[in-house]
C-alpha cells in the first residue's frame, strides 16, 4: 500500500477510507474526476489481482465510461439517454439515483448526516480524567456539528479506559496521563476522519494538570517531562 500511495494517492486514499469490507462509495465535485479515479482504482486492484466492478454513479457520464459488463445490474441494460436512473442498495441504504439522496432514515453516520442537513461547523471535544479511587483513568472524545440553522448534534466518537498501573502512581500523574491519551487521541481522529484545521476543546478538572502542561517541561522529572513535551 505504501508503493501504491506513493505512484496514485488519490486511488489508495480511496481504498484505505472509503471501502467498507468490499464495497467502496466516494463523492467526487465532477464526473471527469470520478471517472479518472475509477480508472486508476481498477489498475490498481488488478495488479493485486483482484476485480473492481459493479459500478454505478448518479452521473450519465460516469456511466457511459464504464465498460457495461463492468456496471451495477441496475445500470448495465438501461438506455441512458431515455431511462431514468434506477434505485439503488449501496452499503445498506437505499440510494436514489436520479435525485443522489438517501431514502432511508437509518442509523448510520452518512443517514444522520444526511437527515441533520449542510454541516457548518465542526468541533472535536476531549475529556480526560482520573478515578477518584485511584483504580483507573481514561479520556472520551465527542464530535460536535452545527448545521446551517444552528442546531447542534454531539455524539461520543471514541473512549479509552485504562487500569492504573501496579507501581503507585499519583493522582496528579494519572490525570497527566489521562490528558497525554486525548492528545494523542486528537491526532488519531484528526488522521483516521481526515479533519484539517477542526477547533478542539480539551477538557481536565485538574487545576494541577494545567500548571504542569504550562510550565517548561525541563522543571520536572522524566515521567512529567515526557508528557508536557
Known sequence: MQEVHHAVPTAAAFIH?????DDGMKSIPTAQEMISLINTTQGVSANAGLKLHKITSNENEVIEAIPVEERAKGV????????????????????CLPNDSFQDR?????????????VERRE?????????????????????QVNEQGKAHCALVIGKAQ????????????????????????????????????????????????????????RF?????NRVQ
Open 106 to 118: 437509518l442509523f448510520t453516520r452518512r443517514g444522520i448526516l444526511s437527515f441533520f442537513g449542510k
Open 124 to 144: 472535536l471535544h476531549h475529556f480526560s480524567d482520573a478515578g477518584a479511587s485511584e483504580g483507573g483513568y481514561g479520556q472520551f472524545s465527542y464530535l460536535k
Open 221 to 225: 522529572q522524566v515521567f512529567v517531562a
Open 17 to 21: 477510507k472509503d471501502f467498507y469490507v
Open 76 to 95: 448495465n441494460d438501461i438506455n441512458l439517454e431515455t431511462d431514468p436512473l434506477p434505485v439503488e442498495i449501496a452499503l445498506g441504504i437505499t440510494w
Open 163 to 218: 487500569v492504573t498501573p501496579i507501581k503507585l502512581v499519583t493522582m496528579h500523574r494519572l490525570e497527566l496521563t489521562a490528558a497525554t491519551d486525548s492528545a494523542k487521541m486528537s491526532e488519531f481522529l484528526k488522521t483516521e476522519l481526515s479533519f484539517e484545521n477542526i477547533a478542539e476543546f480539551f477538557w481536565t478538572d485538574s487545576k494541577i494538570m494545567l500548571g504542569y502542561v504550562n510550565s517548561d517541561a525541563k
